[in-house]
């Protein structure tokens, strides 16, 4: 899993029911001190995040199927959660 | 997922029977604000994207078999998807 | 697998059950000399890991979920050991 | 999946079966423009390809094990045919 | 899979049974003409390698899992042969 970022939303036409009513969003990786990489992937939902909110993000399809509940979906990445505080030991 | 933009095709000779009839697009990845990243993938083509389309690529060979519905599909990226609009939070 | 060290912790809301009780960790990704590269991933911890040491980091779906014993389980990096030494040829 | 191009070839001693009389190719990864990337695979040739030769390249093990007709065999990439042609759009 | 170099061994306790009495050895990724590419795995040996040797390394988790006979096996990385010989075409 990594930290990410929400920066915007696709909106594409998917004929697989798996997408139905699911909003797609970009999502910035970050590193853990909060700075974009360069890297994004394009995921889907399932806690209503919103631009700008800081989310954490399941990168492996397996796993996100899991997370979806669903044994078939063609998804690799899933905002799975909103990420309150994160603590770095700069020492 | 990522964002791409097909930018060629590939004509090649394929033994394995599910690239039957199925074109070869060369997708170029794209960053969110639609600059290319220099990274490509061969994908397989279920949505009749054309050169120039910009397109949404699933990129995980599990995902990429559930779109094409085959359980048994040697593919590791599909085109899911016509991109229609993408919306970047700049503020 | 590959050497990584904890670098802090990360909180967040998710509704996975997988998920509960389960520390969230932040681990940098080290070089065999023990250098930071980077690259860092947010781990499920499975040996009470602290902040500061070093660990060994399995960074593969399948296998994280195993090490974890169910066979249902959103993750894809999980701290396996603690690192107790790395020897290195330089000759 | 890749272009590559076949640039060498490995002699090692393997005992896993699947290896039986199957050559292992050093394949390095080109750009669509046929531009070597500097990354490369070493892969398991199923199309009789030889030193020179452009080649597509399926690099995901479970696509690998199919076009292997396979369940079981340790493989993560494999040629899977020959590049005939590669159309680029540059306009 | 990948050409790689044993540089070093990583002592860690871990408690999965698939580590027992494993070696754990730190494998360099080489590039097809010999050169340390930075990139590393922590892999399992199932062909007695020693620091200095020249492998062939098996970076998937189910073909690794696949190697070492075991469909239960939380590694992404085997050590399959002893490379030797590497023939490049560089005319």
């Known amino acids: 899993m990594y930290i990410g970022q929400v ?9 697989h029911e798996a997408f ?7 999502v910035d990786r970050l590193s853990p001190e ?5 890297a994004y992937d394009i995921c889907v939902d399932v806690v209503q995040a919103g ?5 954490l993000v ?12 669903r044994a078939v979906a063609p ?3 899933v905002i ?8 770095l030991d700069n020492s």
Chains 1, 2, 3, 4, 5 share one sequence.
Request: proline share 2%; no cysteine; hydrophobic share 45%.
């Open 75 to 77: 998804v690799r990445a």
């Open 34 to 38: 909060g700075v974009p990489t360069g």
């Open 7 to 15: 920066s915007g939303t696709v909106v594409a036409t998917i004929k």
């Open 58 to 69: 399941m990168d492996e399809g397996n796993g996100a199927r899991q997370i979806l509940k």
């Open 51 to 55: 631009v700008g909110d800081k989310v």
């Open 80 to 87: 799975v959660g909103i990420v309150d505080d994160v603590e």
């Open 20 to 26: 139905h009513a699911r909003k797609l969003l970009i």
